[in-house]
């Protein structure tokens, strides 16, 4: 009896244990866990893949619906760029400089608190690059062996984690994690990394300098986006308020990559996060939009670079 009482038991833990592992090839087949993936470049963080839900059913009309995204994993920058990245940048690309960069290419305040001689602000290095337009934005991740981060990439990067909150870190902002207009602030901006970082160890997703993102701005978008790797209107030619599902993903990025000059693409992109010059605390607010012409260049406006982790990384 003794005998077969331990068999039933052995036969028993051993199911279990085949259960369990059943469970973990299950989650690992969705996706790779974090340390399958290699170390990060410098100055980035990994993102892992998954879904989260996009956008708000209480802000602007251009937030809704809400909608569940799948985003494969990919690397953001931990920082917004600074004035000093920026200086690299144009001193080894000099037709991106203040005094070279053609007229076409932005709407007048181009890297406005520069001198004609590459020089920003004293003491400001570690401050966000403000006043660059989207296609300069562009031109330094692609120097930099990076690209834009997709829109659906920055805000779950920027919710890092955080399920259904407005703000971080939930229904109200908390002016000690995210700099964004206040009386007692004079400066609109501050050194790159000064509040608490997020979820995901990214600093000022929120406030300090509005971020540019790849995609077009289409108020629409969310309506009939694509449900995994969404990007709006990758393909110059589309009419943009009727984005193809078939060709607004990531897999077609390379339309756009390959094709950013003021000629190919003159539609709205989008920029997101808000500022330390923001007049409301509703441009903080996690699922806020706002898009401008490419050339657009306006005093809080910056960016950061995302990275898409490649298939031989995996
Ligand atoms: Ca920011």
Redesign the pocket.
């Known amino acids: 009896m003794k005998t077969v009482i331990n068999l039933f038991i052995t036969v028993g833990l051993w199911s279990f244990l085949l259960f369990l592992s059943g469970i973990g090839c299950d989650k690992k087949s969705e996706a790779p866990a974090r340390e399958a993936y290699p170390p990060p470049p410098d100055g980035m963080v990994l993102i892992p893949a998954g879904e989260f839900e996009m956008g708000s059913n209480d802000g602007s009309d251009d937030e809704q619906p809400i909608h569940t995204v799948y985003v494969d994993a990919f690397y953001m920058d931990t920082h ?1 760029v600074t004035h000093a990245d920026f200086k690299r940048f144009v001193l080894a690309n000099p037709q991106w400089q203040k005094s070279r960069i053609p007229k076409s290419l932005h709407t007048g305040k181009y890297l406005f608190d520069w001198d004609d001689s590459n020089n920003y602000p004293v003491g400001m290095a570690n401050y ?1 690059v403000e006043s660059v337009c989207w296609y300069a934005a562009m031109a330094y991740a692609e120097w930099a062996g990076k690209r834009l981060p997709t829109e659906a990439e920055w805000e779950k990067a920027a919710r890092g984690g955080l399920k259904g909150k407005k703000y971080p870190p939930g229904s109200k902002v908390d002016p000690n994690l995210v700099i964004f207009s206040d009386p007692l602030i004079f400066e609109h901006s501050t050194s790159v990394g000064s509040y608490p970082a997020n979820g995901y160890g990214l600093f ?8 540019w993102c790849l995609d077009e701005y289409n108020p629409y978008f969310y309506s009939m986006s694509p449900a995994r790797n969404p990007v709006a209107y990758v393909s110059p030619q589309r009419p943009s308020r009727h984005p193809l599902p078939d060709v607004n993903t990531i897999a077609n990025l390379d339309a756009i990559l390959n094709n950013y000059t003021a000629v190919d693409v003159k539609s709205r992109r989008v920029y997101r ?3 330390g010059g923001s007049p409301k605390t509703r441009h903080v607010r996690l699922a806020n939009r706002n898009g401008s012409t490419p050339a657009y260049t306006h005093y809080y406006l ?1 960016f950061r670079c995302a990275k898409s982790v490649s298939p031989e990384d995996l």
């Open positions: 917004e966000p000022d997703m929120e406030g300090n300098a509005w971020e996060g808000g500022t910056g």
